[in-house]
């Protein structure tokens, strides 16, 4: 109950609750589909029936922004959860075993973070650009595996930290003494007593993934039109800024209150359960 009581948390996870709504009913709290043209509409200014304008297309701009949080929401809880996930068993490995298990896992982590992460991304969402699934999922696929690809070091830098001060415990050398193998000792004792920071550096890392996977449709790298994307819309609306200030506005605004939610849902996580230094490792702030 204390949780919901934090400020950060009520705001937050409000937000992020009615963010979750959004996706899901989005066909149902939309005047037309998302890729619905109408020339004679273009540029409409925002009004009763078209809330937020319309594009150079005459798109419903509305609509567009509803169904891009379907891409933003998907690609940020996948890309995360996939990084937290091998973070977790790269970190838990190398914090555990120690010696040259743990050297040869922290090269790899330190040679993935020595790169700047947008850079690498954009590397990486190119290579993965060619493959003939990334044409079937319209650009989705290469830019979940690109966020994936790079932001599991992070978590698994701080999994290594927090397995070592863990293991040392004495029901962790209890279960070494009744003879437990490593696996059970990693996932049934150790991992269960860590999980506060996989959870807050989860939360706040998904803010990072949506800012990432905004920047690359931005770049023409990510979400393929005609589907909707808050960073491919931001693109389109700056080549008419001018004449049409909305249609770059409403999908950065959108952008703008979702990436505050979930960084204030983290850090109202961080205080609650009283973890310091927990987040996101400082090359993905």
Same mark, same amino acid.
């Given at each position: 109950?204390?949780?919901?009581?934090?400020?950060?948390?009520?705001?937050?996870?409000?937000? +992020?609750?009615?963010?979750?709504?959004?996706?899901?009913?989005?066909?149902?709290?939309?005047?037309?589909?998302?890729?619905?043209? &109408?020339?004679?509409?273009?540029?409409?200014?925002? $009004?009763?029936?078209? /809330?937020?304008? *319309? &594009?150079?297309?005459?798109?419903?701009?509305? $609509?567009?922004?509803?169904?891009?949080?379907?891409?933003?929401?998907?690609?940020?809880?996948?890309?995360?959860?996939?990084?937290?996930?091998?973070?977790?068993?790269?970190?838990?490995?190398?914090?555990?075993?120690?010696?040259?298990?743990?050297?040869?896992?922290?090269?790899?982590? &330190?040679?993935?973070?020595?790169?700047?992460?947008?850079?690498?991304?954009?590397?990486?969402?190119?290579?993965?650009?060619? /493959? $003939?699934?990334?044409?079937?999922?319209?650009?989705?696929?290469?830019?979940?595996?690109?966020?994936?690809?790079?932001m599991w070091a992070g978590?698994?830098?701080?999994?290594?930290?927090?397995?070592?001060?863990?293991?040392?415990?004495?029901?962790?050398?209890?279960?070494?003494?009744?003879?437990?193998? &490593?696996?059970a000792i990693i996932f049934?004792?150790?991992?269960?007593? +860590?999980?506060?920071?996989?959870?807050?550096? !989860? *939360?706040?890392?998904?803010?990072?993934?949506?800012?990432?996977?905004?920047?690359?449709?931005?770049?023409?790298?990510?979400?393929?039109?005609?589907?909707? $994307?808050?960073?491919?819309?931001?693109?389109?609306?700056?080549? +008419?800024?001018?004449?049409?200030? !909305?249609?770059?506005?409403?999908?950065? +605004?959108?952008?703008?209150?979702?990436?505050?939610?979930f960084n204030l849902l983290?850090?109202?996580?961080?205080?609650?359960?009283?973890?310091?230094?927990?987040?996101?490792?400082?090359?993905?702030?």
């Amino acid at each position: 109950m204390k949780a919901l009581r934090h400020p950060y948390i009520l705001f937050g996870g409000t937000m +992020a609750v009615f963010l979750i709504l959004i996706a899901i009913f989005a066909p149902f709290i939309t005047p037309c589909a998302p890729d619905e043209i &109408d020339l004679h509409a273009r540029y409409l200014k925002p $009004s009763w029936e078209h /809330w937020f304008g *319309t &594009d150079v297309m005459g798109r419903d701009i509305y $609509s567009r922004v509803v169904y891009g949080t379907r891409i933003s929401l998907i690609v940020g809880v996948a890309s995360r959860t996939m990084g937290l996930m091998i973070g977790v068993i790269v970190g838990a490995l190398s914090g555990y075993y120690g010696g040259k298990t743990d050297m040869i896992l922290q090269r790899i982590v &330190d040679v993935t973070m020595a790169f700047p992460f947008l850079l690498l991304v954009i590397a990486i969402a190119i290579i993965f650009s060619d /493959w $003939s699934l990334a044409e079937a999922s319209n650009g989705l696929l290469p830019v979940f595996l690109a966020l994936s690809a790079v932001m599991w070091a992070g978590m698994a830098r701080l999994m290594r930290s927090q397995v070592m001060v863990v293991k040392e415990r004495e029901y962790v050398l209890a279960a070494k003494a009744f003879g437990a193998s &490593d696996f059970a000792i990693i996932f049934r004792h150790i991992l269960p007593n +860590a999980y506060a920071p996989a959870l807050i550096w !989860w *939360t706040m890392g998904l803010a990072q993934a949506i800012m990432a996977e905004a920047g690359l449709s931005f770049l023409g790298l990510g979400v393929r039109p005609p589907t909707p $994307s808050w960073g491919g819309m931001i693109n389109y609306g700056t080549q +008419a800024i001018r004449e049409a200030p !909305w249609e770059s506005f409403f999908p950065g +605004a959108a952008l703008a209150l979702t990436v505050l939610a979930f960084n204030l849902l983290g850090e109202g996580l961080r205080d609650v359960l009283d973890v310091r230094g927990a987040g996101a490792p400082a090359r993905e702030k």
